[in-house]
Nanobody, 123 residues
Framework: QVQPVESGGGLVQAGESLSLSCIASKDTICISSMGWYRQAPGKGRELVASMTSGGYATYTDSAQGRFTISRDDAKGAVYLYLQMNNLKPEDTAVYYC???????????????WGQGTQVTVSS
């Protein structure tokens, strides 16, 4: 299946760290970029960090300096990671992995989302 699969969420206290993982294993040659998004209760989904196939990373202001995104393009799969340090209660959300598929598999770019993993940070 094209849908990425996340793992690694959980409950931590403020100031602690957590690492998320995602694997995309279908038609990986067509993945142009991957990213982490999050959605807190009552809010819209927002970008946390993304990385292109060439390794260029982008972070939002809230993630910059605390979170690190990394990517490993193995044979037949792409692994995406998010190392989150110094977590804050406002980081509490469902975190989603996004894989953007394009040429040669698809015309244009299409997002494929994982099922999400819950991250809860207690104060």
């Amino acid at each position: 299946q094209v849908q990425p699969v996340e793992s690694g969420g959980g409950l931590v206290q403020a100031g602690e760290s957590l690492s998320l993982s995602c694997i995309a294993s279908k038609d990986t040659i067509c993945i142009s970029s991957m990213g982490w998004y999050r959605q807190a209760p009552g809010k819209g989904r927002e970008l946390v960090a993304s990385m292109t196939s060439g390794g260029y990373a982008t972070y939002t202001d809230s993630a910059q300096g605390r979170f690190t995104i990394s990517r490993d393009d193995a044979k037949g799969a792409v692994y995406l990671y998010l190392q989150m340090n110094n977590l804050k209660p406002e980081d509490t959300a469902v975190y989603y992995c996004d894989a953007v598929y394009g040429t040669p598999c698809l015309d244009g770019n299409t997002d494929f989302w994982g099922q999400g993993t819950q991250v809860t940070v207690s104060s």
